[in-house]
């Protein structure tokens, strides 16, 4: 996939759902200005997904965030994450963002960790405050291609490996991924025979 000249791949003003403290819809915000510094007033409470891609061996797919992304540049995450828009079906939003992402077809989406929330500050204080259902997905395709605005680099990881290397080095990889890992996700990575 060439994404040469096309800029971040949500270019167009993404909207999210901002969300009261019972988790309910109480509007939307333009995704630009929705990621504040905590001195700033930090970010509001807003709908957001996190997705786990396996292949056929059953290894994880990890991406390292692009060096230019607002938040939590630079460190070690999931495949993907993103924001459903207004009215957007979760599932979805997931397929859209595999694609715009990483140009990832996926086969299979299952829930994971359907409660899971965090809030959390990078060390330039830019805080992600989100809602973040945990899906898995199963891909065919051997070799994702990142947009760079999103990701520049990846790996597919044996989950063992990977929960070794959070343990050791957690500030190396991204705190969703850390809380969901201390969560019992990578007890849910299908085997093999698929999800």
């Known amino acids: 996939m060439n994404y040469q000249g096309l800029g971040q791949p949500d270019a167009k003003a993404e909207q999210v759902v901002l969300l009261d403290p019972d988790r309910q819809p109480q509007g939307t915000a333009d995704k630009a200005t929705v990621h504040r510094k905590t001195r700033d007033g930090g970010t509001p409470l807003h709908m ?4 786990h891609v396996v292949d056929a061996q059953g290894r994880l797919l990890m991406t390292r965030r692009a060096l230019g992304k607002a938040a939590f540049p630079g460190v070690w995450t999931n ?6 828009g207004p009215g957007e ?42 809602v973040c259902p945990v899906f898995i997905a199963r891909t065919h395709q051997a070799e994702p291609t ?15 490996d990977l929960h070794t290397a959070v343990t050791a080095t957690p500030f190396a990889f991204s ?21």
């Open 48 to 51: 957001a997904f996190s997705c």
């Open 79 to 84: 495949a993907f994450c993103g924001h459903p």
């Open 89 to 130: 079906e979760l599932e979805t939003a997931i397929r859209r963002r595999a694609h715009q992402e990483l140009g990832l077809h996926l086969a299979e989406v299952a829930t994971a960790l359907p409660d899971f929330a965090y809030r959390a500050s990078d060390a330039a204080g830019v805080e992600e405050n989100e």
């Open 146 to 160: 990142p947009h760079p605005a999103e990701a520049d680099d990846w790996a597919w990881v044996d989950p063992d």
């Open 175 to 195: 705190p969703w991924v850390t809380l969901q890992i201390k969560a019992g996700l990578l007890r849910q990575i299908p085997t093999q025979s698929g999800i």
